[in-house]
Structure formats: structure tokens, C-alpha cells
């Protein structure tokens, strides 16, 4: 066995209440190595083909990688993954915290749920084994609540715990699964998925003074985190002022998604900034396993119109303000605050639920829904108050809620009435807060991704405009790349997604988090430190471009349509004011670049990956979903 493994994967069938542990070899992690690599492998070989998401025969898994629980900044995350409830295809996600170096340290690289409970049941995992204890006493609780109540009940502070909330128990399709309380395995729908299950939660505790994962190269590993120690001046943004700090550069620059994406500028944007966030209620940061960047946001308000804000939910982060922020065109910060700790402690994926309300927005503000259908909601572009109710009613589905508890594009069929036009998703996914009209090869990243709009394995064209350590650290993987306008959709600009895009599944693999500096060479240094092996760049690009075929394929199977790459209407159609007004995402150009995406990733003109393809990426079993 390679170090940076056990060689361990819990098995957990809930509708027997069996559990087993199954063991790999290095064969197995040397070619999917974990995470989002590891979810794609056991959903295409173990998932029936069109089965629902909710249906008992989906799996649930639970993903480390090799990186994970090493001690190194930005290694403190878990992969997780499951048929979609949102997308019906490839649900993944990661998040960050605790729990997953300690599911590491217990014993396990992951864990595969399956099954119903007969009633609410959690995993307790410790001393090398698992117990499936009963929830029903924790079914309806926050994830505070239930994390407070599980601490006292196993006796142990120190637990970690992965948890739904009401969100998940409701089948609310964007429904997360919150690590820790504070962090967030966010998109697909993965908490509904442990709803369906009725699973509440996995809490997990390492044998009292176990030592730390082994490695193969100590000094290797300690080369890299004393590096990152002495950089942190790279980070110094995010430490100040999180992700968040680039909203005010987002609005300046035309790229902040503003009144469901119609405006790509907000006028009041300072007053929801990362750096106003910091001078107002930021009480201080806290940070994931080891990580010395210290970027999560913890706010503070202790009375408001909109009630208090409990720090011990954390804060909203960029995509959080800008969603339920600009997006909804609401400007008081607090209220934002209080949506992030609603959205923790029921257990949400922010960036689909604050889509969703700006959609029903728009469809209100445009008479597609009134009153008597919101049940006397004004539902209009800035309405704080309304937006929390909104979230109440969602969680609770009632009423309109029910409807919008489907994400937009299943709201947008029921509703009618034209409401699909303002549904802004990809294969039935809430489109992240990052404008494709402003960074044009992310819309192509977004139309090609294997989960449905997603963000975080999609290259930012706006860090690749000139010179400068981006464009000389993709060179490693793309020895063509240059600096390019964020504009172009160039085959030469397609080239660069791919290879970036392959790249970032292979970080969603290892598990590490995307914020981190490190260079190609630095992650292939310190993935070869922790397992042992001698792989280069171009062997763990291929792991990430296996991870993402295998993706593709299940997808098809499942029923994807490469007609569906693409992008609502909207995008296609220039703003009106602002700094890019006038500036559309051109249909010609961006059907040509996902077009020449596919050639580069070996698929043929439908988006199916061909046999030699498959053969060359050493996944000829799954020659089912080739051509």
C-alpha cells in the first residue's frame, strides 16, 4: 500500500444495517486517487442506469485523497459525490473543516453509503469501526442543534461531524451537507441525497493520540508547508478579507452577477464587500485542518432588524454575498449575514438557493408571479425582508417554497408562462456568481462541466491576461499557453481550459483546496511525498482527465444531452449599462470553442468520449458510454 492511504473503504448499507470494510490496492489509487476521481469510479460501476436520485439503489459516497490530513495548508478537505437530485447526472462537491482529515486518521480514504434507513439514523465511526445509531431524537434539528446534542451524547468534544439539516431532511434538491458547522460540501443536492436516506449525519472521531497520517517523504512535505508559512503574503487578500474581496473588483470590472445576471454591475456594491464586511461585523477568521492561511469568515451581530447573527455559523464568503447580494439587488449587509446563517444551519447550498430566489424575482417583477401565489411575499429586487422569508418557506416547502425547493429549472416548468427564460442554469445546475460575458472561457467551462455550472474547476480567463506566474504555471500542462483577453474563445484559449480544467480535477482528486499558490511542479512534488510514487505532471493531468471522462460517461448514460452544453439565452445577449455594455457572449464563437473542447477531450461530435480515448485512459470497462 502507498503511505498517504489506509487501503480502506467503509461500506455502509443502511436498508440491512450491515457495514463491511473493503480494501485497495495502489493499482486503484494510482488511477482514480480519490475524491472526485474515486466518486465518478463507483457511480458508473455500481449505480443502476436511470435510477431517481432519491431511489434507495443511489449511493452515497464520501471521498479523502491521498493530500488529505497531511500536514500542509489547504489539504483539509473531503470529496463527496452521488447521483444529483438537481441534474439527475454526476453530483460532486467538496468542502473543507475538519471532518475529513479525521476520517483519514480513523481509519478510512472513504466511505460508500447505501440503502435507506428504515427511520433517522447517524454514522458514529471510531475505534476502526462504525455504529449506526438512532436520529429520529436529532430529525428536524439545525446543524448547530444536532452538532451540540451529538457532543453531548458521545461525551466527546472533539467529535467532527458532516450533517444535514432540515434543507436535506426536506428533500430541498440544492440541499448541502455542512462539515463542522461552518463548512460547506455545497453543490449537486448531495444533502438531499442524505435526506432520501434518512441519514443525518456522519460524525467521526480518531483513536485519542493517534499520530498523523503516514508519509513516505516527511522532509518533502515540510519543504512545501514551510514554503507556504513563508508566503503567505501571496494569500494576504484572502486572509483579510476571504474570498470575498473580490466583489468590489467583480462590479468595477462589469463581472458581478447583478438582478438575476441582467446587469453584470452593482451601484451598491461597497456596501457588501469583504472589506466592508471586515471594518463592520467580522469578529475574526478561522481556518480547515493545518491551513495557516486562515480565510474563513466568522461575523458577529448581536441585535438587528433582522435578529442576531451567531458566530458560531462562520460567515458568508464571495459567492454568498454576491448570490443572495447583487444578484437579488439587496444591499444590507446584515441581512446577508443572517441569510448565511440560516443557510448553514439548515443545510444549503447558497449559490443554487440565492439563484433560485432571484429568479422568483424576476418572475414576480414581471408579473409571471403575484401575491396570491407567494402568499403576500413582495417578492421584488432588493427586498431583505422578503428573502429570508423566502428561505423559511423554501426549507419548509410551503407554498411557493415547494416549487422552488426543485431548483429553477424544474420551477420554471411548473411555473410556465415563459418562466424559463430566467432560469439561469446549466443541465439543471444555478449558475455560480461569475459572469461568462466578462471571462468567456468560463461559460465554456461552465456549458462542459461534468456537475452542471460549476465554478471551481473552471479556468477564470481574467488571470490569464498578461504575463505573470498563471500563464507560466499552465505552460507546465499547456506548453502553448499565452496571455490572452478574457474575451477570446481562440482555439489557442480552448486549449488552455482543458488543460486547466483537467488539472482542477485532478486538485478535486487529491483532495486540495483551489486557493492555494502552489505551482504544477509544487503539487506534483508534494503528491509524490506523501504516496511514494515518481509520477510527473503529465501523469497526474491524466488522472484528472480520467476522472472528468469517466464523469462524461456516467452523464450520458444518465441521459445528458451534449445539445444542453451551452448557456441560457441571457448570455448571448449584450448588458445594456456598464462597464461591458453592449459586450454579448458570442452563440458562433462559443458553439465553435466547445466544439473544439471536445477534440481535445477525445469525444466525438455528440460529446461522447471514443473508444480510443477510453483505451488510452486505460477505461475501456466503461465502453459503454463511448462511440
Request: proline share 4%; with cysteine; aromatic share 8%.
Amino acid at each position: 500500500m502507498s503511505y498517504g492511504y489506509t487501503g480502506k473503504i467503509l461500506r455502509v448499507d443502511l436498508t440491512r444495517r450491515k457495514s463491511e470494510i473493503e480494501t485497495r490496492g495502489d493499482d486503484f489509487y494510482r488511477a482514480y486517487l480519490g475524491g472526485r476521481g474515486m466518486v465518478a469510479y463507483y457511480l458508473l460501476t455500481e449505480l443502476p442506469r436511470g435510477i431517481d436520485a432519491f431511489d434507495a439503489r443511489n449511493i452515497l459516497v464520501f471521498a479523502a485523497g491521498p493530500l488529505t490530513g497531511a500536514a500542509v495548508s489547504g489539504q483539509g478537505r473531503n470529496g463527496a459525490g452521488a447521483k444529483s437530485p438537481l441534474t439527475d447526472g454526476f453530483g460532486n462537491a467538496e468542502g473543507g473543516g475538519y471532518w475529513g482529515a479525521e476520517l483519514k486518521r480513523a481509519g478510512f480514504d472513504g466511505i460508500v453509503v447505501a440503502g435507506r434507513a428504515d427511520q433517522p439514523v447517524y454514522l458514529w465511526i471510531h475505534d476502526g469501526g462504525v455504529e449506526i445509531r438512532d436520529a429520529a431524537h436529532l430529525w428536524g434539528k439545525t446543524t448547530g442543534e444536532t452538532e451540540d446534542a451529538l457532543r453531548a451524547e458521545l461525551g466527546d468534544h472533539a467529535i467532527r461531524t458532516a450533517l444535514i439539516g432540515p434543507a436535506g431532511e426536506n428533500l430541498v434538491r440544492y440541499a448541502a451537507i455542512v462539515n463542522d458547522r461552518s463548512h460547506f460540501v455545497g453543490r449537486s443536492g448531495l444533502g438531499a441525497v442524505m435526506g432520501s436516506k434518512n441519514l443525518k449525519g456522519v460524525v467521526v472521531r480518531a483513536k485519542p493520540g493517534k499520530g498523523a497520517m503516514e508519509i513516505a517523504n516527511p522532509a518533502g512535505v515540510q519543504q512545501i508547508s514551510k514554503w507556504m508559512g513563508a508566503h503567505l503574503d501571496l494569500v494576504a487578500g484572502l486572509h483579510e478579507h476571504g474570498t470575498a474581496r473580490i466583489l468590489r473588483s467583480l462590479s468595477k470590472a462589469g463581472g458581478l452577477p447583478t438582478y438575476n445576471f441582467r446587469e453584470g454591475h452593482f451601484d451598491a456594491n461597497e456596501k457588501i464587500t469583504g472589506q466592508t464586511m471586515s471594518a463592520s461585523i467580522l469578529v475574526k477568521q478561522e481556518t480547515c485542518f493545518a491551513c495557516a492561511v486562515r480565510c474563513k469568515r466568522v461575523v458577529q451581530v448581536k441585535e438587528s432588524a433582522h435578529g442576531a447573527v451567531d458566530p458560531l455559523y462562520g460567515g458568508p464568503e464571495y459567492e454568498t454575498l454576491a448570490a443572495f447580494g447583487s444578484l437579488e439587488g439587496i444591499d444590507d449587509l446584515i441581512a446577508l449575514a443572517k441569510a448565511n446563517e440560516l443557510c448553514a444551519a439548515y443545510g444549503y447550498d447558497t449559490i443554487s438557493l440565492g439563484g433560485v430566489i432571484a429568479f422568483a424575482m424576476e418572475c414576480f417583477e414581471r408579473g409571471i408571479l403575484s401575491t396570491k401565489e407567494t402568499d403576500g411575499i413582495e417578492l421584488k429586487f432588493g427586498n431583505a425582508r422578503a428573502m429570508l422569508q423566502l428561505i423559511d418557506k423554501i426549507t419548509r416547502r410551503e407554498g411557493i417554497g415547494d416549487v422552488l425547493a426543485n431548483g429553477v429549472a424544474r420551477a420554471a416548468q411548473q411555473i410556465g408562462r415563459g418562466a424559463d427564460a430566467f432560469a439561469m442554469q446549466v443541465h439543471g445546475q444555478e449558475l455560480p456568481m461569475h459572469e461568462p460575458r466578462l471571462k468567456q472561457g468560463l461559460g465554456v467551462g461552465y456549458a462542459v462541466s461534468p456537475t452542471g455550472a460549476d465554478h471551481n474547476h473552471a479556468m477564470h480567463d481574467t488571470y490569464y491576461l498578461k504575463e505573470g506566474a498563471p500563464v507560466n504555471d499552465l505552460r507546465a500542462l499547456e506548453p502553448a499557453a499565452r496571455p490572452l483577453p478574457a474575451n477570446d474563445l481562440s482555439a489557442d484559449k480552448v486549449r488552455m481550459l482543458a488543460a486547466f480544467q483537467n488539472w482542477m480535477h485532478f486538485w478535486d482528486s487529491a483532495v486540495m483546496c483551489m486557493f492555494l499558490p502552489y505551482s504544477v511542479e509544487q503539487m506534483v512534488a508534494l503528491t509524490n511525498a506523501v504516496t511514494g510514487w515518481d509520477a510527473d505532471a503529465h501523469e497526474y493531468l491524466r488522472i484528472g482527465e480520467r476522472a472528468a471522462t469517466l464523469a462524461r460517461v456516467y452523464n450520458l448514460l444518465e441521459g445528458w444531452d451534449a445539445r444542453d452544453d451551452t448557456l441560457p439565452a441571457r448570455f448571448f445577449e449584450p448588458f445594456e449599462t456598464g462597464p461591458l455594455a453592449g459586450v454579448p457572449l458570442p452563440r458562433d464563437q462559443f458553439a465553435a470553442a466547445t466544439r473544439e473542447y471536445y477534440r481535445l477531450m477525445g469525444w466525438d461530435e455528440n460529446g461522447a468520449p471514443t473508444r480510443a480515448r477510453l483505451r488510452e485512459l486505460g477505461i475501456e470497462w466503461a465502453v459503454g458510454g463511448g462511440s
